[in-house]
């Protein structure tokens, strides 16, 4: 059976630092990934999606970047964080060729 | 623009009796859409879809119903039962493998 991981769970930064939230999924080959953020009081908002290695597409301009170094490997990546980008971020997956996105747990980052 | 609306934040109901939550969308290319529950800080759980091509899809106790010509679809949960108490999300895609296209979401509270 497929299994999405994230990690880490919570996380607490400061503004101006770096961040890289990982997502990983297991049982699968080739699938679409896909970067969701939820902002307090707010629905789930798509930061970014990739249909293969080193393939993104970027939804939203912010100081945020996704990478795909491996198939089933998606990064979430900032140089320098702003208070803004505190939120819950969720990463899903798709088959090939299928609607259904599954989500992982999420990372909830605090800037501060 | 916000494609698909889920106009109601919040929705309060009986146990044993049946919920409705209603989605609307603007875009008419959508031809697939999806239902998504969400407890706090977890990831959406995929609950139920509807091809364009019908107007009408029942799983156990959940049923969407999707009327196209009002662009309009609708959940409903029979009986309600104080476990579907979580965020209900819909979504929407024109493109079996893309991004979705979330409302904000609806607050289904069920009280014993």
């Known amino acids: 059976s497929q299994t999405i991981h994230q990690w880490p769970a919570t996380l607490v930064q400061p503004v101006g630092s770096p961040l890289s939230l990982e997502c990983t999924v297991e049982g699968t080959s080739n699938p679409n990934l896909y970067w969701y953020r939820q902002a307090a009081g707010r629905g789930l908002q798509l930061l970014f999606y990739?249909?293969?290695?080193?393939?993104i597409s970027s939804e939203v301009p912010q100081n945020l970047s996704a990478s795909r170094p491996q198939d089933r490997q998606f990064i979430l990546s900032s140089k320098k964080l702003l208070l803004s980008d505190s939120g819950f971020y969720l990463c899903a997956w798709t088959p090939v060729g299928g609607a259904e996105q599954y989500f992982g747990p999420g990372t909830r980052l605090t800037v501060t | 623009d916000q494609q698909v609306k889920q106009n109601s934040p919040s929705l309060s109901v009986q146990e044993g009796r049946i919920s409705i939550l209603n989605c609307d969308y603007t875009?008419?290319?959508?031809?697939?859409f999806l239902w998504y529950k969400k407890y706090p800080a977890e990831g959406p759980t995929f609950l139920i879809s509807i091809s364009s091509i019908k107007d009408k899809n029942e799983d156990g106790r959940f049923t969407v119903f999707l009327n196209k010509s009002a662009k309009h679809l609708s959940l409903h949960i029979v009986p309600s039962q104080p476990g579907d108490s979580a965020v209900y999300f819909c979504?929407?895609?024109?493109?079996?493998?893309?991004?979705?296209?979330f409302g904000k979401g609806t607050t289904l509270s069920v009280s014993s």
């Open positions: 875009n008419s290319m959508f031809d697939y």
């Open positions: 979504a929407a895609t024109n493109q079996a493998g893309t991004a979705l296209i």
């Open positions: 990739s249909v293969g290695i080193g393939q």
